[in-house]
């Protein structure tokens, strides 16, 4: 599932593509991509200019002024530009097409495919309405909000659940999924195990740099691809180059070259140095 970073750059990148373009075409394939009836997606959206786009936790937020568009990917969702309108089928679920602007791109307009969103959704709401969504209306501080602070986080740790799936718990820390929760309490050397409530001052600042300095890093290098994850151009992320034991069961240790250690945590595969993140 695409985590922070990928929503990140997917959004940025739409947001580059189609930003301040008006939607000339909108179609889905199927009813249970949206919300609202398919001939409703089309009205709504046909004519609307893209305003702005952004991100709440793991769903793309589209602008459309008058209208807000959820978009959430799940597991194999992905944008992509298509060369011309394409009908949507199975695989691209819904799709926009931007008009083109002059000077910019020969006037070509600009098609976005919304692929494998029977799995995940393109919703619309009007202004306002989308903070109801039960996925968002439950979400945490983004972990780079003001509200994200060492103290926020120092609070949110006098639970007893393990610290993993602390960081998992999307309202908890808005965003943050295996790959990077890995990464950061490998960075903090942090058991992924530990009780929250049991981590020292010093832990829970180093999990809160940690946090900020790893996603930014992997929205720098444009997000971590394993499979099915593309940018919206096609290309691939390069984080999964920086991992440090995300995968690398058996591989040393980059620090200690203790063999990295596989096990379930919170009920997700969990990769950890146990010299390192002692327990």
Known sequence: MPELPETTVISEDVFALAGGRRVERAEVFRPDVT???PGEFTERLV????????????????DFGEVVGLVHLVISG?????PEWSDPDRTNTAVLQF?????????????LAFTRLWLGYFNLYAPGEEEAHPLVSRLGPDPFSREFTVE?????????????????????????GNIYV?????AAKVNPMRRASTLTEREVRDL?????????????????????????????????????????TGEPCPVCATP?????????????CPTCQPA
């Open 47 to 62: 004519g609307r200019t893209l305003e702005g786009t952004g991100r709440r936790g793991k769903v793309i937020v589209l």
């Open 152 to 176: 926020y986080l120092r609070g949110a740790f006098r639970r007893k659940a393990n610290v993993k799936g602390m960081l998992l718990d999307q309202s908890v820390v808005a965003g943050l």
């Open 182 to 186: 890995d990464e950061v309490l490998f």
């Open 99 to 111: 008009e083109g602007i002059e000077g910019v791109d020969g006037e070509r307009p600009v098609v």
């Open 78 to 82: 992905r944008v992509l530009r298509l």
């Open 35 to 37: 919300n609202v009836p």
């Open 260 to 272: 990295i250690v596989k096990t379930r945590v919170a009920g997700r595969g969990t990769h950890y």
């Open 208 to 248: 809160h740099a940690a946090t900020t300095d790893i996603l930014s890093r992997a929205i720098s290098l444009r997000g971590t691809t394993f499979d099915s994850y593309h940018d919206a151009f096609g290309e691939t992320g390069r984080f999964q180059e920086e991992l440090q034991v995300f995968t690398r």
